[in-house]
């Protein structure tokens, strides 16, 4: 099948725009991509550093070019229940790189951010920023340059998109991303949000809050809704970087193992020492992203990647803007109802037919470039497969099923849950925003209220407390941007105003600040651009003014006239609260230099 015209038309612009930056990109990855081992600059001191180590035999290897040697880049922590099963990876990566005739090294570790430790409290003001350190601190693991292609080991939020960029800065290297998988299915993420409410209500104490936390991130994994963590691992499937049928295989199971085992074995395959040298600067172009992007929109996945996304093409050359994600959310249906746009979790995706299923689906609608580089090989059909242990404990792959497990989890493009994808982008004199529509009843997408002005999330948890909520609003909550405080998620509001909601109250949310991937059934219009603290709009709405937040034709205003709002004073918010603590005072050259969130909020300039 034939990738649809419309797609296609946005690809070709895309390109179309990157055309010098991408080409000075790829001049930089052929001139790096060298003949040989790429140790073989090292002088013979760095050599000796690099493997003193390692066995006789290994250094013999390494003194040579023949042998290929990995860069293992590792996220572990015990934080992050997504990447505990990190811990024990390097051991069986070495262990099969040597079986494979190959080396394997950890190149280094990143930092790693758990954004449900820190949601609601100081350290999410770091959690943006982590991204682009966990970039800079992969960049030092492989500037050791002893390595031939590089394993990534990462999963969550940040992590994904900051080893993404990390590739694609080493372009030259192959890539190969190995998942962790979900963890089990626990209590189902809308009863652990009812007792939340009933929790915020006083209807229920502490002890049954945590007792409901607790049941539902329970064990190793990724957390089961469908938010970044696992929109990362979508995107890594569709843009050929996990291998086939990696993404939602459960940890501590055979064939969890077999899958690192063989990602191992093909990430040595890949190297310019094997024959099939496939660098990922090369490997992903305009197409993958577009993939991506698609992907991003037929699941409902994450908000945040309309500002990682970008941030990621950026690395490689690439333009991608939000009208680009706005116009392919048009053309893309929705094909997967998973929390928090429906009641299932990722397990019951995977089980309905997964990313296998999804990516046949997509393919067959003509909604994907199937022509496409991935660590697998030529084309994206080898990816509507999927994954399974064989007798002898290796890895096989069976053709996706024909028909969904589940098509109230995941559909056919036939019966899609919506004709347009789970994200819009907003404009209008408020500047511009994102707002997850896959999560948003119909009947909610379009609200008009008075504004209800705050420059902080407790702000808002106050009113709520002191009874000021039981009525329709628009909360407007600015000074949240990158460069005010590190643009936090402020996920803790959807308890609050998931509460007012269900009274019957229009509320909606609008800032400048960032939410969670789960995030959900409040209409949200995020990442306002400009931010507040940059002079936008945004800071200069004031309560009672009518706010129109209209997520079907794409608009969102404040109706007052326009020459009336720009003569309204500059607002001033004192900020000095969220310049020390918790590490906030080692991030101001960050919170200074960081873009735009819809330029990919990047520490390194915009795209
Ligand atoms: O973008 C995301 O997907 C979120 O940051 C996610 O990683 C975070 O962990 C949730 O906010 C936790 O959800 P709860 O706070 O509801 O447990
Ligand atoms: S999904 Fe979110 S809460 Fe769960 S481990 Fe990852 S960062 Fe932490």
New binding site residues.
């Given amino acids: 099948m034939t990738t649809r015209n419309d797609i296609q038309a946005i690809t070709e612009r895309i390109r179309e725009r990157s055309k010098v930056s991408r080409e000075i990109y790829l001049d930089r990855v052929n001139a790096a991509a060298g003949k040989t081992a790429n140790r073989g600059v090292l002088s013979c001191g760095n050599l000796a550093h690099g493997f003193a180590v390692c066995s006789p035999s290994e250094k013999i290897a390494l003194g040579g070019d023949k042998v290929a040697n990995l860069g293992i880049i590792t996220s572990y922590n015990d934080m992050l229940s997504a990447h505990q099963p990190f811990e024990t990876y390097p051991q069986l990566i070495k262990d099969a790189a040597r079986e494979a005739g190959g080396i394997a090294q950890v190149a280094g570790g990143v930092p790693a951010m758990?954004?449900?430790v820190t949601?609601g409290q100081p350290g999410m003001e770091l959690s943006l920023f982590s991204r682009d350190v966990i970039a800079m601190s992969a960049a030092i693991g492989l500037s050791h340059n002893m390595f031939d292609a590089a394993v990534y080991l990462g999963v969550?939020?940040k992590i994904v998109p900051g080893l993404v960029i990390a590739a694609l800065t080493f372009g030259h290297l192959p890539a190969v991303f190995v998942p962790a998988g979900p963890m089990t299915s626990g209590l189902p993420n809308d009863e652990k949000a009812k007792v939340r409410q009933l929790y915020a209500e006083g209807k229920v104490g502490r002890a049954e809050l945590l007792e409901a936390e607790s049941k539902s991130y329970h064990g190793p994994g990724t957390?089961t809704f469908y938010?970044?963590?696992n929109s990362n691992q979508m995107l890594m499937e569709i843009m050929g970087l996990h291998t086939p049928g990696a993404s939602f295989v459960n940890p501590g199971t055979p064939l969890r193992d077999a899958l690192t085992r063989e990602a191992t074995r093909r990430a040595l395959a890949i190297t310019h020492l094997g024959n099939a040298y496939t660098p990922v600067g090369r490997m992903i172009d305009e197409r993958s992203v577009v993939n991506g992007v698609v992907g991003l929109h037929a699941t409902g996945g994450?908000t945040?990647h309309t500002i990682h996304l970008i941030a990621m093409a950026a690395a490689a050359g690439i333009r991608l803007t939000w009208q680009d994600i706005s116009d392919l959310s048009d053309a893309v249906p929705l094909l997967a109802r998973v929390y928090p746009n429906g009641l299932s979790d990722v397990n019951h995706f995977q089980a309905a037919g997964g990313m296998g299923f999804l990516i046949r689906e997509l393919l067959d609608a003509g909604l994907l470039h199937e022509d496409v580089q991935t660590v697998w090989g030529e084309g994206l059909r080898p990816y509507a497969v999927e994954a399974k242990l064989g007798a002898d404990g290796s890895v096989v792959r069976e053709a996706a099923p024909k028909v969904s497990g589940d098509e109230k989890v995941l559909a056919p493009a036939a019966k899609a849950f919506q004709p347009t994808g789970g994200l819009k982008v907003l404009g209008g004199n408020l500047g511009h925003a994102i707002i997850k529509t896959s999560a948003v009843k119909p009947e909610r997408r379009i609200i008009e209220a008075p504004a209800l002005v705050f420059d902080s999330q407790q702000g808002l948890n106050d009113a709520f407390k002191a009874g000021l909520l039981d009525r329709d609003f628009i909360a407007v909550i600015r000074f949240q941007g990158p460069k005010a405080n590190g643009m936090p998620?402020l996920?803790k509001l959807t308890t609050v105003l998931g509460i007012l909601q269900d009274r019957g109250h229009k509320v909606a949310l609008v800032t400048d600040g960032r939410m969670?991937?789960?995030s959900g059934k409040v209409p949200a219009a995020i990442h306002v651009t400009p931010e507040a603290l940059e002079g936008g709009p945004i800071g200069r709405v004031h309560d009672g003014d009518i706010v129109r937040l209209d997520a079907e034709v794409g608009t969102l205003e404040v109706l007052v006239p326009a020459g009336d709002l720009a003569l309204r004073p500059e607002p001033v918010c004192d900020l000095s609260g969220n310049e020390h603590g918790m590490g906030r005072e080692l991030f101001a050259g960050f919170r200074q230099m960081a873009g735009r969130a819809d330029h990919g909020a990047s520490a390194f300039g915009t795209a």
Wanted: proline residues 0%.
């Fill in positions: 758990c954004d449900g949601q969550c939020d957390c938010g970044t963590a994450s945040n998620e996920h969670s991937g789960a």
